[in-house]
């Protein structure tokens, strides 16, 4: 390769090494995997029968006769021959023992409202009623695909699991996408019933939310899918949130269908294991949706297996996962993960900071939460908005996650040693919406922790990096390369839904050894990600292969930059971005958004540069570094990263009405483009492949 056309793995690697941080003692002494012989039990030459640990947590109908089947590779079976109900799992078989105990605790935003609890006797109830009216009000059958488009309200575990008691496969659309974003999913799946709310709380505000089901039902109707049933639940009893019109014989309000069908029973069906659960869409593509599929047995054990070992889950904990449900860590790790083990998982209806930044530690405190599992962006924006705020608070966590992308070291030690409290483990855990689970983690009671490092492949999950050309980027190398699994595990989405050759183009191609072998050690799964193995065999993810910055042929990992402006002491958030540049073809442009009372200056934005001298080296050295007020931030608190690359490049900044804060876009476009012609930098146009690059620059597909 030549320095104008780098391998995609030729990524600069300049990641300072971290200390270790050692479990305490106290949480190594109740821990469901403590013993190192774990390992053992999950060695390769173990493998698949491993998984059986994980299939044993849930009940069975049938046994299955064949833990993997490979004979249609890269499309996977596990556990073939048993059949289950996930809902039986999430639900039923915790009535005997623990019936009155909170499934769910459910936090309205608006503090005004109290939490409420739902037992699982309650679960049971509402689950079996909403199936029936799935069942014969609908006419839905085994099979079947039902779109939800409900936000962070209990109504969409029960949807969820009175879909799974009629093996009616389940799509849940992020609340906070658009109509539009809706209607193509709904007609990717070919779903005739949509599911979803009047209004929500957010920020304060009561959202009008029935109104996008209008423009999902006719901008499915454009891709020839018609909609027949729209159902909406209401997030006030009697009352209407939204100004949309309710459509004669086409909208009906669940609570007053649900008359019909109060106290009904409904038969949870047996589904073969390698029968569908749900279709989980992968956001930030402006190709076709991409429909992950999940199955039913394998993804159950496999989040139930690791809900158990690596977030240490007991049914006596109280459980508190920050995501969205509209994504899949909501999915996997709060409902079904957590209901599986019979815990209690707490449903956050709003924003962390509302009203200010100690709302969730005074949620932590009130309800005694226990495990605390949130994402890097939420960690940043309340160590910026609230750096103090979790020592207000009398709550204590003896576990908390990380997940969604990879997290800075200084911020990874703000959240251990403050929220945290220093008696906290942490594992930062990396996968993906088509992995159902963790993929890398290190176990909480036997790894140390690591700042910035994900640690090793899960149990019985085998990571290899490999450059271009399949050579293994060994240990130790300080190389980096394309992360890859090498076999299959029980949580693997089974293809993508409707696009077989896509799932194979996408995941498989690039390094499959042998396109006509069934072994699946031909068959390495490629995740996306770039990343470098230390010698200790901890990997530590850089982000997107695509997200990198190539600066006369040297490949700059976004997220190795963005955590040397990080550790500015100022800085509260920083996002890198590549900006065109005749000479080294691309320049690095940083953004930075500073703690609250802290004033912008010239000597804080030298400190970015020197930081960045130091901890990477004079290439990496921003042409520009920009302090804004804000970052443009998706509705999930994502940095839009495309959109400031695009204000750097003066491109289109594209569509911004589903983002949290749309107005911020022009305060930074107009500072940033003034000072820019100023200077006499405004690039020449930007040719059709550039402008692709700058549009699909920190999008997830």
């Known amino acids: 390769m030549t320095a104008e056309n780098p391998s995609e793995a030729q990524i600069a690697v300049h990641w300072r090494e971290e200390d270790y941080y050692q479990p305490p003692a106290t949480f190594i002494a109740q821990a469901n995997a403590a013993d190192p012989a774990i390992f053992d039990r999950f060695a390769e030459e173990r493998f698949p029968e491993c998984f059986k640990e994980y299939a044993d947590l849930l009940d069975w109908d049938a046994y299955w006769h064949t833990t993997l089947d490979t004979s249609n590779p890269p499309f996977w079976k596990w556990f073939v021959g048993g059949r289950l109900n996930a809902s039986y799992n999430c639900v039923d078989r915790h009535l005997a023992k623990d019936r009155n105990k909170a499934a769910l605790i459910w936090v309205p935003e608006p503090e005004s409202e109290d939490p409420?609890?739902?037992?699982?006797?309650?679960?049971?109830?509402?689950?079996?009623?909403?199936?029936?009216l799935l069942r014969d009000f609908c006419g839905l059958k085994t099979g079947d695909r039902v779109t939800f488009h409900l936000p962070m309200v209990p109504e969409l575990p029960v949807s969820m699991l009175a879909c799974a008691r009629l093996g009616v496969i389940h799509s849940e659309v992020f609340g906070g996408f658009s109509g539009t974003a809706c209607g193509d999913r709904v007609a990717d799946s070919g779903s005739?019933?949509?599911?979803?709310?009047?209004?929500?709380?957010?920020n304060g505000e009561l959202v009008d939310h029935k109104s996008k089901a209008d423009e999902a039902v006719e901008a499915a109707a454009k891709l020839g899918v018609e909609v027949e049933k729209v159902l909406v639940w209401r997030r006030r009893r009697g009352q209407y949130a939204s100004k949309a019109a309710m459509i004669e014989g086409r909208d009906f309000f669940v609570d007053e269908v649900m008359g019909d069908y109060r106290g009904s029973l409904v038969e949870p069906v047996s589904m073969p294991a390698?029968?569908?659960?749900?279709?989980?869409?992968?956001?930030?593509?402006?190709?076709?949706?991409k429909g992950c599929q999940h199955s039913t047995g394998g993804y159950l054990a496999y989040?139930?297996?690791?809900?158990?070992?690596?977030?240490?889950?007991?049914?006596?904990?109280?459980?508190?996962?920050?995501?969205?449900?509209?994504w899949i860590t909501g999915h996997s790790y709060i409902v079904y993960g957590p209901l599986s083990l019979g815990t209690t998982s707490v449903v956050y209806e709003g924003v962390p900071t509302y009203p200010d930044p100690g709302r969730p530690w005074r949620i932590a405190e009130r309800l005694g939460v226990t495990i605390f599992h949130t994402a890097p962006t939420a960690i940043r924006m309340?160590?910026?908005?609230?750096?103090?705020?979790?020592?207000?608070?009398?709550?204590?966590?003896?576990?908390?996650?990380?997940?969604?992308e990879p997290i800075e070291p200084d911020v990874w030690r703000w959240y251990h040693d403050v929220v945290g409290k220093g008696q906290a483990v942490i594992v930062d855990t990396w996968w993906q919406t088509e992995n159902g689970g963790f993929l890398g983690s290190t176990l909480p009671a036997v790894h140390p922790m690591k700042p910035g490092s994900c640690g090793p492949g899960v149990l019985g999950v085998y990571p290899v990096i490999y450059d271009e050309d399949r050579n293994v980027v060994?240990?130790?190398?300080?190389?980096?390369?394309?992360?890859?699994?090498?076999?299959?595990?029980?949580g693997i989405f089974q293809t993508i839904w409707g696009q077989p050759e896509r799932f194979v183009e996408l995941y498989y191609a690039k390094y499959c050894a042998d396109t006509d072998s069934k072994d699946w050690h031909d068959w390495p799964y490629l995740a996306g990600d770039g990343a470098t193995l230390g010698a200790d065999g901890y990997f530590r993810i850089l982000g997107r292969i695509d997200d990198v910055i190539n600066v006369a042929g040297h490949r700059l990992g976004t997220k190795e930059l963005e955590s040397a402006a990080l550790t500015v002491e100022e800085i509260a958030e920083a996002a890198a971005v590549p900006v065109m540049d005749e000479l080294r073809g691309r320049a690095v442009e940083m953004y930075i958004a500073l703690k609250p009372g802290i004033a912008a200056s010239k000597d804080i934005e030298d400190k970015v540069v020197a930081a960045i001298d130091?901890?990477?080296?004079?290439?990496?050295?921003?042409k520009n570094v920009w302090t804004v007020a804000d970052m443009p931030k998706t509705r999930s608190g994502k940095i839009m990263r495309r959109v400031i690359a695009s204000i750097s490049n003066f491109a289109d900044v594209g569509d911004i009405t589903t983002l949290a804060n749309p107005e911020i876009v022009d305060d930074i476009r107009h500072r940033v483009q003034?000072?820019?012609?100023?200077?006499?930098?405004v690039p020449r146009e930007l040719t059709s492949q550039e402008r692709e690059e700058i549009e699909a620059y920190g999008q997830t597909d």
């Open 614 to 622: 130091s901890r990477i080296g004079k290439i990496a050295r921003p």
């Open 303 to 326: 989040v139930t297996g690791t809900s158990k070992y690596y977030q240490d889950i007991h049914p006596e904990d109280t459980y508190w996962c920050m995501a969205d449900i509209g």
């Open 674 to 681: 003034r000072e820019k012609s100023v200077r006499g930098e």
């Open 474 to 490: 060994e240990a130790g190398s300080g190389k980096a390369g394309n992360i890859c699994i090498r076999n299959p595990w029980p």
């Open 382 to 404: 309340l160590r910026k908005l609230g750096p103090d705020e979790p020592l207000r608070y009398n709550y204590r966590f003896k576990h908390m996650t990380t997940v969604g």
């Open 274 to 289: 390698e029968a569908p659960l749900f279709l989980m869409y992968t956001s930030g593509t402006t190709a076709r949706p």
């Open 192 to 202: 005739h019933i949509l599911v979803t709310m009047d209004g929500y709380y957010r």
């Open 116 to 132: 409420q609890a739902v037992t699982y006797q309650e679960l049971y109830k509402r689950v079996n009623e909403f199936a029936a």
